[in-house]
């Protein structure tokens, strides 16, 4: 899903109707639901990038899928499909959560491990990202990936800091064949 110039507009757009509304939360909501169900089904998001398929036929499959969406939601979809651009959707709710998260000044952090984090560390980790960013308030995301062995791999806005073994494994096989 692509976060384009558009998707932060619609998001922007969407985000100020909401506010004005007074639906914020549930629409966050929506737009984490929409993301989610995005994410998780590789048939919706073909559906809705193709051109074969008529724009009717993405705002009924759109409007079943999330019966439950407020109205700005829905308005978003109808939107979204009247102007051809309902491949946006996924790029559009991303850029929504990010516009909240910005204007609420939440700080999201994600943290790779190989294994699921104790709350003790979870702990840790929250103090390091709330001193490395002066934020007080941090969502953190623990996303587990055998692939990285040990320690983790923590990213805070476009920052990131590797402190994997994998990845101190591969700078030494880079060393040793510089070296040879």
């Not at 952090?109 to 702990?123: D, M, N, Y």
């Amino acid at each position: 899903m692509t976060m384009s110039r558009a998707a932060i507009r619609y998001a922007k757009a969407v985000l100020d109707l909401a506010k004005d509304n007074g639906t914020i939360e549930a629409v966050l909501n929506d737009m984490k639901s929409v993301t989610a169900t995005l994410e998780g089904s590789k048939g919706l998001r073909n559906a809705l990038n193709s051109p074969i398929i008529k724009t009717d036929d993405k705002r009924a499959v759109l409007r079943q899928v999330f019966t439950d969406g407020t109205k700005e939601t829905l308005g978003l979809i109808d939107v979204l499909v009247d102007n051809k651009r309902a491949n946006l959707l996924g790029g559009v709710a991303q850029s929504f959560i990010t516009e909240y998260n910005k204007a609420n000044k939440i700080e999201a952090a994600t943290v790779t491990t190989a294994v699921a984090l104790t709350p003790e560390l979870e702990t840790k980790v929250l103090a390091k990202v709330t001193e490395l960013t002066g934020s007080t308030n941090v969502t953190l995301t623990n996303v587990i990936d055998e692939s990285i062995i040990g320690g983790f791999v923590l990213r805070v806005g476009d920052t990131q800091y590797n402190a994997s073994i994998a990845s101190q494994l591969g700078k030494l096989k880079r060393e040793f064949s510089n070296s040879l």
